[in-house]
């Protein structure tokens, strides 16, 4: 169905429009190979993407997945355009949908659609999240009750960037999730989205005490996925205390299956850094020597496990 939209709106014209909302950022990260983009809302509650989640579901078209971490909506969908199940609100319909995402040049452009609560949603918190650079409105005139909203929203293109790391500590001194939080939150481009610890086997003899390494994620633009390395390795080179760490780099939003059952076997066994080294190359890491090769398992491991979630810091015992 044809959908008429109106003028480009600012952020800030939006809000002009509406008032205050309360979406806390909005990006993109895209994946051309994939074929697919993730998408990252922000909120100040979780009651709203909770009921996000469902409807986004239950409307299907080219979404593939919805999950929610906190007051965050992660969705990832195909890049293309799809008809939706959608209509008014009820048990087999959704409210609100992701009707199309289309790539051109560095930006982004995504088309919602909502009824009533959810148009609201989508006209006065989204069109002016933090993250968006313009939008317009297609539709009924009006916001909530039984107005039908379509909405375009305009983002930059993003990159994902894992950074695995490991071994920067000693028996005596410093800790690696703490170095990796520092690194997040002193990197100069982008979005620092997630830090996460990952144990390792415990039982290993070349450790510290815990075994635990640390895997961050970014959301960057292309041009600074290059200088995000290199910053990333400078950090962890003067941070360090130790003369074995390591850093793996890994862009894209899916990581490669031979990856994640390094990840996982890492939790269980003794591995080698030549296996490390062979399982990067083939998975399309980028597995560096830092300061020594004796962090090369836990770095790579890290980004191997970084999508399981809880999982990723418990031992494989904790989950039977």
């Known amino acids: 169905m044809s959908v008429e939209y109106g003028e480009w709106l600012t952020p800030e014209q939006v809000h002009q429009r509406f008032g205050d909302h309360w ?13 697919m983009v993730r998408i990252v809302e922000e909120c100040s509650v979780r009651g709203t993407i909770e009921w ?14 919805v999950r929610v971490e906190g007051t965050t909506l992660i969705m990832d969908a195909g890049i293309g355009e799809a008809e939706p199940r959608f209509g008014p ?28 609560g959810a148009g609201y949603a989508l006209k006065v918190c989204l069109a002016q999240a ?9 539709g009924t005139e009006g916001t909530g009750g039984a107005h039908r909203a379509e909405v375009e929203v305009v983002t930059p293109v993003m990159r994902r960037l894992l950074v695995g790391i490991d071994d920067t500590d000693t028996k005596d001194e410093g800790a690696t999730w703490a170095l990796g939080l520092r690194l997040g939150r002193g990197m100069p481009a982008g979005r620092f989205l997630q830090h996460r610890l990952v144990q390792l ?7 510290t005490t815990n075994c635990v390494a640390t895997c961050l994620s970014f959301a ?11 910053f990333a390795m400078d950090f962890v080179e003067e941070e360090s205390f130790s003369d074995n760490s390591s850093a793996a780099f890994l862009e894209g ?7 994640q059952a390094f990840g996982a076997r890492a939790k269980e066994e003794f591995l080698t850094w030549e296996e490390a080294e062979r399982v990067a190359a083939a998975g399309g890491v980028d597995l560096r020597t830092v300061t ?21 810091a418990a031992l494989p015992s904790d989950l039977e």
């Open 89 to 116: 609100a009820a048990r087999e319909l959704g409210a609100q949908a992701l009707r199309a995402v289309e790539v051109r040049g560095d930006e982004v452009h995504t088309r919602w659609m909502g009824l009533a």
């Open 23 to 35: 979406c806390r950022g909005f990006l993109t990260m895209v994946d051309d190979e994939a074929g």
């Open 220 to 230: 960057l633009a292309p041009g600074d996925v290059g200088a995000a390395k290199a």
């Open 130 to 138: 933090p993250g968006v650079k313009r939008a317009r409105f297609g």
């Open 253 to 259: 939003l899916s990581v490669p299956g031979e990856v």
């Open 52 to 65: 996000d989640l469902w409807n986004r579901r239950r409307a299907a078209g080219i979404v593939r997945d």
């Open 201 to 207: 086997n415990p039982r290993v003899p070349e450790k």
């Open 292 to 312: 020594g090769r004796g962090g090369h398992i836990g770095a790579l491991a890290a980004i191997g496990c970084f999508e399981m979630g809880l999982a990723a």
